[in-house]
């Protein structure tokens, strides 16, 4: 008989304390019709794993987090469709439904991507949630154009240019023909360089300073990659009209943004859970994962996975975990089963 298992909390604590996360014994996921089961090979661990755990109430249900996956469908509803049972998929799944620290996970298929052949799972598991942040912010709330060389004589500054999501949307804004400028410390400009990164700039110097030197005077897009408050007035000075500026963190404090109104410049804000959470657009998920992968199929795009643990197990979820709370992750941590 197959069975299925995960690897969840029931209460928020820190990844150090013994029972931060158990093993726990779960039934089979039965497929709405909307749904494929998949057995899951690989995932990884992201920030937002963090910010849902440690804003968790105390339950007697097991969470089960994970927000990447890849793996092989073994059911599907009845409304699915193109996909079938032996499907090498890749996903990054719902905050509303149980995640991919499991064996079998059930997912709609409409946010489901099928999987390269010469792609390994370590390197798929990464893709998911980090790319389609890249993805749906510089192009569907920045407005960039999703085509090579499309955005040529237009300029990108990404602020944490070498985390998880910068690491991929450096390389999107190069290869659709962004002039891309990044901020990360010195210790990661080779990490930028091999992106495409074309200009490095030192977050612990004055960035405004750094870019004047450089010979930029006004940015198209900014992508504020970390907490926007510390960057929201630079950006503001910085951002040319009619530009963007983008941002992926919640804010913990309101943001003065009237330096963008006489500008004309507008303020995006991404969610990559955003469509799931409010079932919108879903389908878009799922194309945008098949153009992701494409590029990543013939390495015009480059694997950010930096770190590769073995096994579900609270051993490898809490190491994982751990590393990626450091705050020093460069590009992304994944888990093999």
Known sequence: MTENYGIGFYAAKPVTADDAFVRVELPLPEPRATDVVVKVAASSVNPVDTKFRQSAKPSTIARILGFDAVGTITAVGSAVRDFHVGDRVLYAGSSQRSGSNQLYQAVDYRII??????????????????????????????????????????????????????SVMTQLAQWSGLKVIATASP?????????????????????????HEHGFEQ????????????????????????????????????????????????????????????????????????????????????????????????DSLRAATALVESGHAQGKVVIKY
């Open 113 to 166: 991507a099928h999987a390269p052949q010469n792609l390994g799972d370590a390197e798929l598991a990464a893709i998911p949630l980090v790319g389609l942040t890249a993805w749906e912010l510089l192009f569907e709330k920045m407005g960039f154009v999703a085509q090579p060389d499309a955005n040529k004589g237009k300029t990108l500054l990404v602020i944490n240019g070498a985390g998880g999501v910068g």
């Open 187 to 211: 210790k990661n400009f080779p990490w930028l360089r091999a992106r495409g990164v074309d200009c490095r700039i030192d977050y612990h110097e004055d960035i405004a300073r750094e870019l």
């Open 219 to 314: 940015i198209d897009g900014i992508a504020i990659l970390y907490a926007p408050e510390p960057y929201l007035e630079l950006a503001g000075q910085l951002v040319a009209p009619f530009g963007h500026i983008g941002s992926i963190v919640q804010p913990t404090q309101p943001l003065d943004v009237g330096a963008l109104k006489n500008k004309a410049a507008s303020l995006d804000f991404e969610y990559m859970f955003a469509k799931t959470d409010n079932q919108h657009d879903l389908a878009s998920q799922g194309e945008i994962l098949t153009q992701l992968v494409a590029l990543y199929a013939d390495e015009t795009l480059m694997s950010n996975v930096t770190k590769a643990y073995s096994g579900l197990t609270v």
